[in-house]
Each structure stands twice: as C-alpha cells, then as structure tokens.
Antibody, heavy 119, light 110 residues
Framework: QLQLQESGSPLVKPSQTLSLTCAVS??????????WSWARQPPGKGLEWIGS???????YSNPSLNSRVTISRDISKNQISLTLKSVTAADTAVYYC???????????WGQGILVTVSS | EIVLTQSPGTLSLSPGEGATLSCRAS???????VAWYQQKFGQAPRILIY???TRATGIPDRFRGSGSGTDFTLTISRLEPDDFAVYYC???????????FGQGTRLEIK
C-alpha cells in the first residue's frame, strides 16, 4: 500500500525558506506511470496546486509561485522535496504531497503538515 | 489560466436527499480531465471521481460524476451522514502540465 509522509519545520520566519520532504513507501518515485505533486491549503480555505515532478518530463509549478518554488527528488531515499523561498504569512498552510496520475488527479495524499510563517 | 467556479458555495440538505454540485470551467476542457474530492475537517482530501465520470476505488455508486466542455457535475444520491463535508473539483491541463482546484462546496446537514 502506497504511503506518503510529509516532514519539515512547522514554523518558518518571514523572508526565509520553507523546506519540506515527502517520504514515499510502497512505491518508487522513479515510476514513469505517475507524477509526484505538492498542494497546500491555507487554514479555512481551499486547495492550491504548488507543482508536480515527472520522471521523464521534468518539473512544473503553479505560475503564481513559479519563481519561488523548487521541487526535487532524492532517488536514494525515495523522497520528494519542496522548497519555497521568501515566505510571507500568506504561505501559512497545510502542505500535502501526493501521487498524481497522468490525468492529474491525486489518488494518494500524505496526511499533510501545517507550516506557519511567523516571526 | 483556467478558473474553476463551484456552486453553490454551501448546500444545506437532509440525510436521504440528493445533492447536485456544479463545477464550471472558464475555458473548454476537451480532455475531460476533471476530478472530484471529498474533504472532512482535519483530513486530507479523498478522491471520488476522475476523468469526469469514473468512480475511484471503493467509492459507492451513490456518487456520480458527469459533464463535458465547461460544465461538470457531481451528484450524490440518498445522502448519508458521512457525506456531509466539503467537495472540490479539479482540472488538469497538459500543455504545460497544470492543476487547478475549484473553491469548494460545503455540504451541510439541514
């Protein structure tokens, strides 16, 4: 059974960099059948796609976040990582990683991690 | 950028009734790559429908997705207490890859 687990610092200061890791078990991130994605949800608000990484297509991110987002993969650890630079309070959210099919839907989600941006 | 608009924002119904949730796209979605999710408080979303009308594994046939072009619908028949939650639609575009979510419909007990 595929499982995803987000981890990282739950508190980040404004202007600093948010860094999260998604540990994947029960499946390989090198698959060409699926992509691996990040989404977030500010408290009390809706979902927002952050970006997705594909084994043979590279990485794509939400244009509204594009210049601040980096999504990478560590094959040796079977992990996906997210970094978001120059954060502000508006980046406070629950961050989810997920496995996405080639039609873009999330069939598997991590439990999510709340990251608060505050001094 | 494609915008998905869900309506209504909140739907108040009683158990046993049927629910109709709408998702309208700002542009035609010829691929029909639309998915629906259910989210309960404090939990990650759960996929219900993908490719506009295909039920995900383990989803009962009370949940039905339909639509094409710019208009998509999630219909839930015979509402059960466990169905009251927030529902999101989502679309996928391939050139370049991008994902957009609707703002959500809250289904609450009347």
């Amino acid at each position: 059974q595929l499982q995803l687990q987000e981890s990282g610092s739950p508190l980040v200061k404004p202007s600093q960099t948010l860094s999260l890791t998604c540990a994947v078990s029960g499946g390989s991130i090198t698959t060409t059948t699926y992509s691996w994605s990040w989404a977030r949800q500010p408290p009390g608000k809706g979902l927002e796609w952050i970006g997705s990484t594909y084994q043979n297509r590279g990485t794509y991110s939400n244009p509204s976040l594009n210049s601040r987002v980096t999504i990478s993969r560590d094959i040796s650890k079977n992990q996906i990582s997210l970094t978001l630079k120059s954060v502000t309070a508006a980046d406070t959210a629950v961050y989810y990683c997920g496995r996405t099919n080639m039609r873009g839907e999330f069939h598997y989600w991590g439990q999510g991690i709340l990251v608060t941006v505050s001094s | 950028e494609i915008v998905l608009t869900q309506s209504p924002g909140t739907l108040s119904l009683s158990p046993g009734e049927g629910a109709t949730l709408s998702c309208r796209a700002s542009q035609n979605l010829p691929s029909g790559y639309v998915a629906w999710y259910q989210q309960k408080f404090g939990q990650a979303p759960r996929i219900l429908i993908y490719a506009a009308s295909t039920r995900a594994t383990g989803i009962p046939d009370r949940f039905r997705g339909s639509g094409s072009g710019t208009d998509f619908t999630l219909t839930i028949s015979r509402l059960e207490p466990d169905d009251f939650a927030v529902y999101y639609c989502q679309q996928y575009g391939d050139s370049p890859p991008s994902i957009t979510f609707g703002q959500g419909t809250r289904l609450e007990i009347k």
